[in-house]
């Protein structure tokens, strides 16, 4: 019912407006509080939170349902959920989760500050400074890449409060918008347009010394645990990506014909179709099966990277060959199909790139074997 | 039968499970009727029907004391009536028949709604339903439940007003000249039109409160009912495919091909 509802909500609310986000590159406040008003802001926070309640596995059908119909809507669900949200709900204090978590679930869009400009895969190289002053930080430095930065009212800011103790001095802060987190620019990219992504500038931010998550200096440890769960949430998203853009390019097959007969019905055409089915369904297992794990309790970490590094490479393999299959019609803006594989292509960059992926699943092999 | 206590409504909502509107509809190969291995949703005027007891809900507040919504199906059904819970119904009523037997008809239907009225100890002021279902477009289950229990209808409604205190309502229906307004006492059936509202989507945290509203399972033993169909479906075709139609030039050439098809002017 939960996948329906989604699924109703992104065809019908979302979906007309697309195709428009996607060239104005912008998201429009009716779809964020569309969101929040379907509770697909809170999923898995507490109803005394003002949330849904729902299970992890709910979040990841939702994002999936979510990026059929749109990459980019799905993308801030994601990552309001499984980055923000998360974050608040495992590490945060009674105060702060009784603080944060309702305003997130209902009103306030949260985003997740972490990469800079010369540490991505290398995240905790990150420059960003935190100085105490009394009961105060006050927080110097520059975020990159940061997705729903524009609309976001809420920041979850890695920051180190000492350089001379490495990684291990890396904060996390939550701060608001009013603090004067300034927005230095926002990116004109390849896909997931409508998606803001910005560089944010921190000129001696002051934030309360209450505005520490997880404590000091453990930082690394929680972004960590947390990009784990993301990546799961990504891989939902190539997921559905890659399914929304079959879902549009092999009912056309279908229907155009040459030569007497619908393409989809020659065997060539038949079988690539049946070989992206096959990649979808696997990318599918793969993302579900580790978030059964991780709601198991189980060890996850070489499953949620593989999930989110197949579900990346099929998401733009299938949607490739979906431009392919609907011709010229495919290649044009109005059908949409092509949207697709522009937004598939950041799957296999951000929230851990391929090769860091494929990395860390060398790891476990080489352990496990040698 | 007794209408209930002073100032407070129950609201009944019959809903069906049907084959969804969007699936394209294929006849079975032996002619009997339709594939219904397809995407089965709640009907939509009972979507409306449920919405609109919501909206009333939401309207006049303590005024309506429950919104109970049923279904008579398959056990697939359950399903329906928990969309309906989602939405804002307090409890459900299952009449559970097999999987096996046919579709109910609407006198079935009626006679059932009409035992499981009879059964609600606090009585039903208000049953709103659609004014037909998707798949068989019977449109007679409301006046046939209306007319067996002596009750007012105002069907095809695409207004609704209801007046707790002085129990009645009004009722604006869509009739083929235009809009027609009624004043009926309680109490009523209501069968709904596609323009009274546009349903809600049920949002993630009314779907898990749904998961805890009552849901009473009941057979058609219990009511007394029996569903054995009095109708015989003979045989189910498709429509004729379309022909292509022509393109013309300017009005007399449209006229001399609309007398050729032997569609003539009738003086007014």
């Known amino acids: 019912m939960l996948r329906e509802s989604v699924k ?38 507490s109803a005394v939170h003002g949330g849904a309640e729902c299970s992890f596995t709910s979040a990841i059908i939702a994002i999936e349902e979510l990026a059929k119909v749109d990459p980019s809507v799905s993308v801030m669900c994601d990552v309001h959920n499984t980055l923000v949200n998360t974050i608040l709900r495992q590490h945060g204090t009674k105060e702060q989760q009784d603080k944060w978590l309702p305003q997130l679930a209902q009103s306030k869009l949260g985003s997740f500050c972490l990469s800079e400009a010369a540490s991505g895969s290398d995240a905790f190289a990150l420059q960003t400074r935190a100085k105490k002053d009394g009961d105060h930080w006050i927080i110097n430095g520059s975020k990159m890449w940061i997705t729903n930065s524009y609309e976001a009212e809420i920041f979850l800011v890695f920051a180190n409060v000492d350089p001379s103790k490495g990684y291990k001095g890396i904060t996390c802060f939550i701060a608001t918008k009013d603090m004067g987190i300034k927005i230095a620019k926002k990116e004109e990219k390849l896909g997931i347009r409508a998606s803001s992504t910005c560089t944010l500038n921190f000129d001696d931010l002051r934030i309360p010394a209450e505005n520490v998550i997880g404590g000091e200096g453990k930082g690394y440890k929680l972004a960590i645990e947390i990009l784990n769960e993301g990546r799961i949430g990504i891989a939902a998203q190539m997921l559905g990506l890659a399914q929304g853009a079959f879902d549009k390019a092999v009912p056309y097959t279908y229907q155009r014909t040459q030569f007497g007969q619908p393409v989809g019905t020659f065997q060539g055409m038949a079988f690539q179709i049946a070989q992206a089915a096959v990649e979808i369904e696997s990318a599918r297992l793969l993302t ?5 794990r991780k709601e198991e309790g189980k060890a996850f970490t070489k499953e949620a990277a593989m999930a989110k590094y197949w579900a990346s490479v099929i ?6 060959q979906a431009i392919e299959w609907a011709g010229g019609v495919g290649f044009t803006r109005e059908t949409g199909i092509e949207k697709f594989w522009r937004d598939s292509k950041i799957g296999a960059i951000y929230e851990g790139t391929s090769n860091i992926q494929l990395q860390t699943i060398a790891k476990f092999v080489q352990k496990q074997y040698s | 039968m007794r209408p209930s206590a002073v100032r407070l409504l129950n609201i009944l909502v019959p809903v069906k499970r049907a084959v969804d509107y969007a699936v394209k509809i294929r ?17 939509p005027f009972d979507e409306i029907a449920v919405e609109e007891a919501v909206r009333i809900r939401e309207r006049l507040k303590d005024a309506v004391k429950s919104i109970k919504v049923v279904t008579i199906g398959p056990p697939k059904s359950s399903e329906t ?37 009879e059964r609600q100890s606090e009585g039903v002021d208000v049953v709103i339903m659609g004014k037909q279902a998707i798949d068989d477009d019977a449109g007679q289950t409301g006046q046939m439940l209306a007319g067996l229990m002596g009750w007012a209808q105002a069907t095809f409604a695409s207004k609704v007003d209801v007046d707790a205190a002085q129990k009645v309502a009004h009722v604006t229906r869509e009739i083929d000249g235009g809009l027609e307004e009624l004043r009926c006492r309680l109490p009523l059936v209501v069968t709904t039109d596609l323009r009274l509202n546009e349903p809600r989507y049920a949002s993630l945290p009314n779907i898990m409160k749904a998961k805890k509203k009552p849901l009473e399972k009941l057979t058609p033993a219990d009511l007394g009912i029996d569903f054995t169909p009095r109708l015989e479906t003979i045989k189910v075709t498709e429509p004729p495919k379309r022909v292509g139609g022509g393109k013309v030039e300017n009005v007399d050439q449209l006229l001399a091909k609309l007398k050729e098809a032997g569609i003539t002017a009738r003086r007014a």
């Open chain 1, 8 to 45: 109703r909500f992104a065809n019908e609310v979302v979906g007309p407006k697309v195709r428009e986000m996607d060239e104005k590159e912008s998201m429009e406040s009716e779809i964020i509080n569309g969101l929040f008003e379907q509770g697909l802001m809170g999923i898995e926070t």
């Open chain 1, 288 to 292: 579900y099966n580790a978030a059964r």
């Open chain 1, 315 to 320: 998401a733009q393999r299938v949607s490739g």
């Open chain 2, 27 to 43: 006849v079975n190969p032996e002619q009997t009727g339709i594939d219904l291995n397809v995407k089965h949703s709640m009907n």
């Open chain 2, 81 to 117: 009536l928990r969309t309906a819970l989602a939405m804002g119904a307090d409890s459900a009523i299952h009449v559970e028949i097999p999987e096996s037997a046919p579709s109910p008809e609407p006198l079935g239907v009626a006679k059932a709604l009409k035992a499981i009225i």
